[in-house]
């Protein structure tokens, strides 16, 4: 990939999340790690090439990934409501106006972030919903899909089981690895400050037709302002709307404290305030990411200074020092995806280590463009 280096003062960062759950150990781990680290790269690649839209670009090229890879909770293989179906959530923002576009309960579509930056640039309207979504994305000549393509059998055993127990499942509840990995989502900046973010979810399984959760809220799922930074969340969709918790990190840092300082502390206040379980990626308009989340797992990357961070489980820090190419080896995200789709499921235990969500278990990651320090595992 011919990279083309932006000339302005800060350097061009992507954070990815593949959302906030707690899994046992299983084959799902480098799946979810390699599909976060190729969203990274292919939205930095953008974000280096430059462009008046260089942040928006590379957010939504990277959640389009992660809408792909039919093991995360996004596109294809997002999870079903209780009649069977797929409803998914999408929202895009760009910092420099605050423009913003959502879709909610979308189906039919493969990569609803894609329908949901339309209505934020063809249409006078924030969110779009429901039919009046299907109509837009037909207007606006998006690819149609039928909606069971959207469906894998992981995700049919899983309302199986969920119907069974009379009861809509988390992102914890009795499922195996396979069904437990969450909302996508990715935050940006460029090479000028400006800052974007986008958040794709399909929901939870076996809820009411119509439900939306906090992926296209404005300030929930996620929220952007070139004179602070970019945030973007997943867990608990309706702890999450209750306390804000997308715009709340931004305001700790308008009041002075650290990316990774504030994604922790929005954790908190959720935590204190309405209980829940889940997790944030920011990255400032300075280039400074933070990552925070009060479960387990959140597989997450970062890309700066050519440079790929990511992490899985709490604390954990890895680095890959290889030079980011578009078409990097990714190989085991397509075997094991494969394999997913062939059987199904991946894994059967029940998680039963859940974290006790009224107990402070927030960990914060500060990323700087130069750290190596502490307890980093670096990949040659």
Known sequence: MDEVFCAGPISPCIVVHGGASSLSESIIFPMLINGVKKAARTGYGLLMKGGKNASLDAVEAAVKVLEDIAVFNAGHGSKLNN??????DAMI????????????GISGVSNPISVARKVMTESNHCLLIGEGANMFADEQGIPRIPPEALITEARRRQLARAMEAMEIIDMSDDESDSTKAGTVGAVAVDSFGNVACATSTGGLTAVHPGRVGDSPIVG?????????????????????????????ALFMIQIGQTAADAAAAALRYMEQRVGGRAGIIIVSRDGEAGIAFNTEH???A?????????????GEVKTVKKPVTEN????????????????????????????????????SIALEPDHMGGDVHVEM
């Open 83 to 88: 009649r069977g179906e797929v409803e998914m």
């Open 93 to 104: 923002m760009d910092g420099r106006d605050l423009n913003v576009g959502g879709v909610g």
């Open 220 to 248: 929930c799922g996620g929220y952007a302002d070139n004179q602070v930074a970019a945030a973007s969340s997943t867990g608990t969709g309706e702890m999450i709307m209750r306390v804000n918790l997308a715009r709340y």
């Open 298 to 300: 959140m597989p997450w």
């Open 302 to 314: 970062q890309v700066k200074n050519g440079v790929t961070f990511y992490g899985l489980k709490q």
């Open 328 to 363: 990097g080896p990714h190989s085991i995200v397509d075997m094991a995806e494969r394999k997913y789709l062939e059987i199904g499921t991946l894994g059967s235990s029940a998680d039963s280590d859940v974290m006790n969500p009224t107990e402070s278990t927030v960990a």
